[in-house]
C-alpha cells in the first residue's frame, strides 16, 4: 500500500481463474501493484471453487459465484488494512457483492459488479435499484459494467 492514509482500489476482469498458471500469475500481479483492495470480475470459479482465490498477504477474501462456470466477483482485502465488515449481499449468479463496513476505521461499502454484456444497462438498472438502500456516499461502485463510454467507444472505425 502506498502509505497509511491512503486508500488503493484495483480493478480487473481476469476471465476466468480455473487455470493453476492464471491463478499464480493473477495472484504475482496483485502483489507486484499491492494494492489495499482488489476486485476480480469474471472469475469463472463455481461455489465450491472459491477456495481457489488465493494470494498472500489478501487472506480477507469474500466472493460471489454461481453454480456454473461463468460470471464470478471477488473482493480480496490487503492484510495491512483494519477491516470490519459488517454486511454482506450477493447474488446467487455471482454478479455481484456488496461489502458495508468500515476500512482503517473509516467507513465504506465496496459494489463490485459484473454486468453481462447484450443486457448490461437494463442489469445495472435493475441491481442498482435492487441494492439502493445500501448505497450511500461512502459507496465506491467498480467492476466490468459493459457499457461503453460515447458513441466513438460503440463504432469500429479506426
Not at 463496513?101 to 459488479?113: H, P, R, V
Amino acid at each position: 500500500m502506498a502509505g497509511n492514509t491512503d486508500l488503493v482500489i484495483l480493478t480487473v476482469n481476469v476471465n476466468g481463474m480455473n487455470s493453476p498458471i492464471k491463478r499464480r500469475q493473477i495472484a504475482d500481479w496483485i502483489k507486484s501493484q499491492n494494492p489495499t483492495i482488489c476486485c476480480l470480475q469474471e472469475t469463472h470459479l463455481k461455489q465450491g471453487d472459491t477456495y481457489r482465490v488465493k494470494v498472500k498477504g489478501w487472506s480477507k477474501i469474500y466472493y460471489a459465484s454461481g453454480e456454473v462456470k461463468k460470471a464470478g466477483v471477488a473482493i480480496l482485502i490487503s492484510d495491512q488494512a483494519k477491516v470490519k465488515i459488517d454486511l454482506i449481499k450477493r447474488d446467487k449468479e455471482g454478479n455481484y457483492i456488496l461489502l458495508k463496513g468500515s476500512i482503517n476505521n473509516e467507513a465504506i461499502s465496496i459494489l463490485n459488479i459484473y454486468a453481462p454484456s447484450g443486457m448490461a444497462l437494463n442489469f445495472l438498472k435493475e441491481k442498482l435499484r435492487e441494492l439502493q438502500e445500501e448505497i450511500d456516499n461512502k459507496t465506491v461502485i467498480v467492476g466490468d459494467l459493459n457499457l461503453a463510454l460515447s458513441e466513438l467507444d460503440k463504432s469500429n472505425h479506426k
